[in-house]
C-alpha cells in the first residue's frame, strides 16, 4: 500500500493542529448546479460571508471556474484572491491537499485520493486533481497516497495524536482493499501521527459516512470539543453517547486522557430531499486570531459561541449564518483549507 521510505513522516514532516499560524485559507466557488439548484445564489453569498470574515484575520484565495472569476470577485468585494481552476465541486477541506510542517519553517502537502464522497458525486475527475494542483501552483512538494481520505474524516492535534470515524475511513465505498492496521500505517506516515482514536459513527444523515468534523475535534493537545444531544430520542443521542465513551477510554499520544468539552448541538431541519440537515457547531475555521463559527437561528447559537470563546480565549470568535451551507451537505469547515505558516518545500 505505501512505502515508509518515501512518505512525509520519514522526511520530518507531520500535520500541524488547525490552530497553529496559518500562510492563508483556501476555498473553492460554489458550482455543483444539480447540488444547489435554485439555492445557488443563497450558496454563493454564504460562501462570500465566510469568505470576507475569514479575510479579516487571514488572506484568503479562492478557487473558481474560469468564467465565474469576476463572479466571485465581485461577491466576495475584492478582498480576496481569485484564481481560475477547473473543479467539480466546491468543498475544499475534501479536495484539497493535507498541508504538513517540518517545524521548520518548510511547508509540504499530501494529495490523497479523492472518489467523490464514496461514488455519491459525479463528475468528481476534476476535484480528484485539484490537491496535486494546488501544490503545484504553490511550487510545493507533493506526497501523494492510494487512500481514499477526504480532509473532514480527520482531525489532529499537531502532537502526535488524530481523530477519525469507523464509518468514514473504514467504509467499503472508500478503502474496501485496505483493513483498519494499513489506513492507520497510511495516516502515520503520511501525516506523522503516532495515535489514532476511532470513533464509530458521524451524525445520521450525513453524506459524507460521518465525517468527524462535525462531532469531535481538537481544541488544543488532550482537550477535544464533542458534539452532545440532550434527546435520548433523537438517532444522534446514541452514536454521540458512543463517541463519548470511547474518547473516555482512550489515550492521546502522550498518554494523557482526554478533558472533554461539550458543545450542544442545533436543532436539525428537515432536508427537502430527505432526512435531515448535518448542522454542528464544530464546523467551524481557525483563523489567525479568530473563530468562524456557525450560526443556525437556534437558541443554542449563544451558549455555543461562548463554549468556543472559553476554548479559543485568544481568539475572537465570529458567527456566520451557515444555513445555507448545510443545505448542500457541509459546514465552514468543509469549505476551507488552511495552508500552515512557512517556505513551501520545492
Known amino acids: ?30 458550482c455543483r448546479g444539480a447540488l444547489w439548484g435554485e439555492r445557488m445564489l443563497h450558496a454563493q453569498v454564504a460562501y462570500a460571508a465566510v469568505a470576507k470574515a475569514i479575510a479579516a484575520f487571514e488572506p484568503v484565495t479562492i478557487l473558481a471556474r474560469p468564467e465565474a472569476v469576476a463572479e466571485a470577485t465581485f461577491a466576495c468585494a475584492r478582498k480576496v484572491r481569485v484564481l481560475p481552476e477547473e473543479i467539480d465541486d466546491s468543498w475544499l477541506r475534501d479536495t484539497g491537499p493535507s498541508f504538513l510542517s517540518d517545524g521548520d519553517g518548510r511547508v509540504a502537502g499530501v494529495h490523497w485520493t479523492f472518489n467523490g464522497w464514496g461514488g455519491r458525486y459525479r463528475p468528481h475527475e476534476a ?8 501544490l503545484r501552483r504553490l511550487g510545493m512538494r507533493c506526497y501523494s497516497s ?16 488524530l481523530l477519525t470515524t469507523e464509518q ?34 458521524g451524525l445520521t444523515d450525513d453524506e459524507t459516512d460521518g465525517h468527524v468534523d462535525n462531532v469531535a475535534c481538537f481544541a488544543g493537545p488532550g482537550r477535544v470539543l464533542l458534539a452532545t444531544c440532550a434527546d435520548p430520542a433523537d438517532p444522534d443521542f446514541a452514536v454521540l453517547e458512543d463517541n463519548r465513551a470511547r474518547l473516555m477510554a482512550a489515550r492521546d499520544a502522550q498518554g494523557r486522557p482526554f478533558e472533554i468539552i461539550d458543545v450542544p448541538m442545533p436543532a436539525r431541519p428537515p432536508h427537502p430531499n430527505g432526512g435531515r440537515m448535518v448542522a454542528s457547531y464544530l464546523n467551524f475555521y481557525l483563523a489567525n486570531g479568530g473563530v468562524i463559527a456557525p450560526s443556525f437561528d437556534d437558541p443554542n447559537d449563544g451558549p455555543a459561541a461562548e463554549i ?33 505558516a512557512g517556505s513551501p518545500l520545492p
Not at 476535484?127 to 494546488?134: F, H, S
Not at 481520505?149 to 495524536?161: K, P, Y
Not at 467504509?171 to 501525516?191: G, I, S, T, W
Open 308 to 340: 468556543l470563546q472559553r476554548a479559543f480565549p485568544d481568539r475572537r470568535v465570529v458567527q456566520v449564518p451557515a444555513g445555507d451551507l448545510i443545505y448542500g451537505g457541509g459546514g465552514i469547515h468543509c469549505i476551507t483549507q488552511q495552508q500552515p
Open 146 to 161: 492510494q487512500l481514499v481520505l477526504e480532509g473532514g474524516a480527520i482531525h489532529v492535534d499537531g502532537h502526535g495524536t
Open 168 to 201: 468514514c475511513l473504514l467504509n467499503q465505498n472508500r478503502n474496501p482493499m485496505f483493513d483498519r492496521k494499513e489506513v492507520e500505517h497510511a495516516l502515520v506516515f503520511h501525516l506523522g501521527v503516532r495515535k489514532i482514536v476511532w470513533l464509530g459513527e
Open 1 to 30: 500500500m505505501i512505502d515508509p521510505l518515501k512518505t512525509p513522516a520519514l522526511d520530518g514532516f507531520y500535520m500541524p493542529a488547525e490552530a497553529a499560524p496559518h500562510e492563508g485559507c483556501w476555498m473553492a466557488w460554489p
Open 127 to 134: 476535484d480528484a486533481q485539484v490537491g496535486a494542483e494546488m
